[in-house]
């Protein structure tokens, strides 16, 4: 009976570490990302989106700034201007 109670509580440890990091967000928003790139709605938005997002869960929050410049970076490391 332990076991099952120490399986179960594992597990509910899990779920809410997955709940936490679903939560996480990038430090700009879509229309952020937009203005910064000059591109409309679409699917590069979404990329430069998880790209931000990928970045916060390696490094933590970032402040506008360095978030700014580590956009700008990747989607000139694109080929874009």
Known sequence: MQA???RLEE???ELAAQEDLA???PDLDGNA???LLGIPAG???GEAWR???ELRLERGPLTTEEATAELLS???SRGNA
């Open 4 to 6: 099952s109670y120490d």
């Open 51 to 53: 790209y931000l997002k």
């Open 43 to 45: 699917p590069q938005v």
């Open 33 to 35: 990302i937009m203005e």
């Open 11 to 13: 597990r509910i440890a």
């Open 23 to 25: 939560r996480v967000r």
């Open 74 to 76: 990747w989607w000139r």
